[in-house]
C-alpha cells in the first residue's frame, strides 16, 4: 500500500521493492513474532523466500552449521497465512545457513578471484585487514 509506510518523513511503497529477497523468522521469536515476519511476504511482490529457523531471536539465528544445533523449516509456496504456510513446510535438521548460502549463490553473478591489491588509484588501502576499526573497543 504506497504511502502507508514513511521513512524519514518519505513514504515508502514495499511493493515498488524489485531485489531478491531472503525473509528468516525464528520459531519461538518473543522480539518478531514468526507469524510477523511471514506477513512481510505479503507486503513485497519481488522474488521472495521465506525460511522459519528453530529456536528465539539469537539462538536461531547465530547457530552455524558446524554445530549442528537447531532446525529449519522450508517452503518455496508463499500461501496467505503462515499457518498454511508452517503445514506445508518440511523441517530440516541443522542450521538454516546453508539454505541462505545456496540462495545468495543463486542471486551473484559468476564466481572470481579476489584482486591481488585492494584499493585503487583514487583509494589506497589503509592497512591490512581486519583493519583497527574492527579491533577498536566500544
Not at 513474532?33 to 521465506?50: G, H, I
Not at 545457513?97 to 585503487?120: C, H, I, S, T, V
Not at 583514487?122 to 574492527?134: N, Q
Request: charge should be positive; proline fraction near 8%; aromatic fraction near 10%.
Amino acid at each position: 500500500m504506497p504511502g502507508r509506510l514513511t521513512v524519514c518523513n518519505a513514504p515508502v511503497d514495499l511493493g515498488s521493492i524489485d531485489v531478491p529477497t531472503y525473509v528468516y523468522g525464528s520459531r519461538e521469536d518473543h522480539i518478531v513474532p514468526w507469524m510477523s515476519a511471514y506477513a512481510s511476504t505479503a507486503l513485497l511482490e519481488n522474488k521472495l523466500r521465506f525460511v522459519l529457523g528453530a529456536s528465539g531471536h539469537i539462538a536461531g539465528v547465530i547457530n552455524p552449521p558446524a554445530k549442528k544445533k537447531r532446525s529449519h523449516w522450508t517452503n518455496d509456496k508463499l500461501p496467505a497465512s503462515a499457518q498454511e504456510w508452517l503445514d506445508g513446510a518440511t523441517e530440516h535438521a541443522g542450521s538454516w545457513w546453508p539454505d541462505w548460502a545456496a540462495w545468495l549463490a543463486k542471486q551473484a553473478g559468476a564466481r572470481k578471484a579476489a584482486p591481488a591489491e585492494y584499493g585503487n588509484k583514487d583509494y589506497h588501502a589503509i592497512e591490512p585487514a581486519p583493519g583497527r576499526y574492527v579491533k577498536a573497543k566500544a
